[in-house]
Structure formats: structure tokens, C-alpha cells
């Protein structure tokens, strides 16, 4: 991350701690990274098998069977019991796959922010959280620093799993991305059978009630 957005963060409590420890004697600090980057219970993670889940179940799960690296009332560490790989932004800004090695919950010292893009996508992070912006170039920017009209920086495509599951984008956009403002292309005797469009705001299609497994056979592409 950039020195002029490490300058602007202002440490935890947990950091402080590490911090005067080690100030006036020699010291190891050895900490995951990522570290700081902290998001909201229902914010989805995209596993390299296509599959998504909430990193809050995510937690739920794997502190029942995984190993707990750190235990207090401000800040809770598990590393995973089976290994799994999300999809992730590397050095050179290229989506590759990443192992997890730990899961963090961490009690925010201040209230989390909500950012909204104008196509609907929704993302809640603490105030440090650094998104990718695009000014002269790429940088990354802490959220509270951002304005109406910044524009982030979000993935043209995403990558295929690497085995024969297929990404359930019906689910992706119900469950995680309800508030996208996309339409759909639907079937047209389906569309004369629920009284829409062929081509229709997707939450209009989600407002219909209908299974998503019947959506799935219905729906054609997406208009994002």
C-alpha cells in the first residue's frame, strides 16, 4: 500500500499495543496480510471454485472447527480447517487466486461506511478499508477519503473455476447484488406468463417470488 495511505491510518488498539512493545526494544512482529482491511458481516467472498459466501457465515463456520490463532473481547483469529482459495487483486492489479490463511474479527472503533456505485453495487468497510480509485493513474484511496463521483475501480470479468462447477449468477444477483440496477433478457413465453418485459429491471424479475432455478432456465443474459 502507498506511504501516503499508511500516513493517513490511525492504528487499533491491538496495533498500539504491537507498536509499544516494540518501540524501545528489538522485536519480530509476524501478522497475516491483509490485516485492516475489514468488511461488513454480509460481505460476499468469491471462492476460486465459483462458489460465494458471507464472510460472517464464513467465520461462524470455521470458528466451530478450525484453530483459534487469537482469542479477546476486540479481536478473534481463526485459521481455516480445509484450505480454500478466493479470488484476489495481486501487485500487478491481475485477479489470481490466493490461499486463506486466517480469518479475522475485529470490533470497529468506528462506525462502518456504506459506498454505493452508480450501477447499485453496494460494499460496507471500515473507514481505512483502501479501494482501488482511478484518478491520473491507478491508486488505492482509504473510503473515507472518497467523493461522490470517485470512481472505483470493479473487474470487467471475473475468472472461470478451475473445475466443472459454473458460477450461479442468478444467486450471485439476488443474494449478494440485489441492488444492482441491471436488467435481464427473459424467455418470451415466460415473460407473457409472470406480465413482464422480455427485457426487465432484474429486481422487477426478483419481486415476482419465482425459484431460482426457474429463473435460471428463463433468463438469457443479463444487461448490466
Excluded at 460472517?56 to 480454500?84: A, D, M
Aim: contains cysteine.
Amino acid at each position: 500500500m502507498p506511504d501516503k495511505v499508511l500516513k493517513t491510518i490511525k492504528p487499533r488498539k491491538y496495533q498500539q499495543e504491537i507498536y509499544e512493545n516494540c518501540r524501545d526494544k528489538n522485536c519480530l512482529v509476524v501478522l497475516p496480510t491483509g490485516i485492516g482491511k475489514c468488511m461488513e458481516y454480509s460481505e460476499p467472498l468469491l471462492f476460486s471454485d465459483g462458489s460465494t459466501k458471507k464472510i460472517g457465515k464464513y467465520f461462524e463456520e470455521e470458528i466451530k472447527r478450525g484453530r483459534v490463532l487469537k482469542c479477546n473481547k476486540n479481536h478473534i483469529s481463526i485459521k481455516p480447517k480445509v484450505t480454500k482459495k478466493v479470488i484476489s487483486l495481486n501487485d500487478s492489479f491481475k485477479l489470481e487466486e490466493q490461499e486463506i490463511i486466517a480469518i479475522h474479527k475485529i470490533k470497529a472503533d468506528l462506525p462502518l461506511l456504506k459506498i454505493k456505485t452508480y450501477a447499485g453495487a453496494e460494499i460496507s468497510v471500515t473507514p481505512e478499508h483502501p479501494l482501488l480509485t482511478l484518478n491520473k493513474n491507478l491508486e488505492w484511496t482509504r473510503a473515507d477519503h472518497l467523493k461522490i463521483d470517485s470512481p472505483i475501480a470493479t473487474p470487467l470479468k471475473l475468472p472461470e473455476p478451475k473445475n466443472n462447477r459454473k458460477i450461479n449468477i442468478v444467486h450471485v444477483f439476488s443474494e449478494i447484488n440485489s441492488n444492482m440496477n441491471c436488467y435481464v433478457k427473459i424467455k418470451r413465453d415466460f415473460a407473457k406468463k409472470i406480465n413482464l418485459n422480455k427485457e426487465c429491471k432484474f429486481k422487477e424479475l426478483l419481486n415476482k417470488k419465482i425459484d431460482e432455478k426457474e429463473l435460471a432456465k428463463n433468463i438469457l443474459y443479463f444487461i448490466i
